[in-house]
């Protein structure tokens, strides 16, 4: 099998288990917090023993508020997959590109096209469509804190934009322990179930830990344009996944604003993959 095949398969692997984070945090029954606390604990030691000896700490203002991001994303992630559907909460989160397209031309100096604004109304009508589902109060604050996720997932993409040729690997890491120190509050109000451990160990050690570092090898082999097409598997199967799993199905106006959410930065990022590298930061 050639590198390039490898690399392929590599990236597809680690859409699935990206995907797979959805199920496996509505399975374990716990505090939110301290759920992510615990993940990022366990992935911060994982990743800091993958990457040893390759790692460069700059500690620099960027480099912190790329960690404040990925932090961000994390921490509303989780919160807002236990107060909201599965599919609501990852599928608002890929509406980072709106705020991306909005911020870059004032924090980046890079200009936004006229299509970009006609990408910016339709993700944001799609975004509107997932608060016209019958949501309870808790699901409708899991939306709100959804939309959090999306805008983290933007503040890391620029910070790491700003950073050239950074490697992601160390923002990810102080994020992860930023995380930590957030979730620890949380960790000893009641302690977890036993059968919970082994879903913590999951998606600190393989979901957040082992996936990155496949993503890092694959992504330097691969073109923009594919590793955009295969990553777009993740917000594909985490919701299905939810639905064999969990048995929890996303209402109907949530598949139309999914549709056209996914649609729209799908599209997006193939037309600016054809036009130039576009950086692709870690997932959830």
């Not at 985490?238 to 729209?264: D, R």
């Amino acid at each position: 099998m050639s590198e390039k095949s490898k690399a392929i398969l590599l990236m597809a692997a680690t859409a699935l288990i990206w995907s797979s984070g959805g199920l496996a945090i509505k399975l374990v029954q716990w505090n939110p917090m301290a759920i992510t606390g615990v993940r990022s604990a366990l992935a911060a030691a994982t990743l800091a023993m993958l990457f040893r000896g390759r790692l460069t700490f700059r500690f620099n203002r960027v480099q912190w508020a790329a960690a404040l991001g990925y932090a961000g994303l994390l921490v509303t992630n989780v919160v807002a997959t236990k107060l909201t559907t599965s599919a609501n909460a990852i599928l608002l989160a890929y509406t980072a590109p709106v705020y991306v397209a909005l911020l870059a031309p004032w924090l980046l100096g890079e200009r936004t096209r006229p299509s970009d604004w006609a990408f910016i109304a339709v993700t944001v009508g799609g975004m509107a469509l997932f608060f016209l589902d019958r949501l309870s109060a808790t699901g409708l604050w899991g939306n709100v804190v959804a939309v959090g996720t999306g805008l983290s997932y933007a503040v890391f993409t620029l910070c790491m934009r700003s950073q050239k040729d950074a490697s992601p690997v160390e923002s990810v890491i102080l994020g992860h322990g930023l995380t930590a120190l957030a979730g620890l509050p949380f960790m000893f109000t009641a302690p977890p179930p036993a059968e919970a451990w082994l879903g913590l160990l999951y998606l600190g050690v393989l979901q957040q830990g082992v996936s990155l570092a496949l993503y890092v090898w694959a992504i330097k082999r691969l073109g923009a344009l594919e590793a955009i097409l295969i990553m777009m598997l993740e917000p594909i199967f985490n919701p299905v996944l939810v639905a064999v799993g969990y048995g929890e199905m996303p209402g109907p106006w949530a598949v139309a604003g999914g549709v056209a959410v996914i649609g729209a930065v799908t599209l997006r990022g193939v037309l600016s993959a054809l036009r130039r590298p576009t950086f692709s930061p870690p997932g959830r």
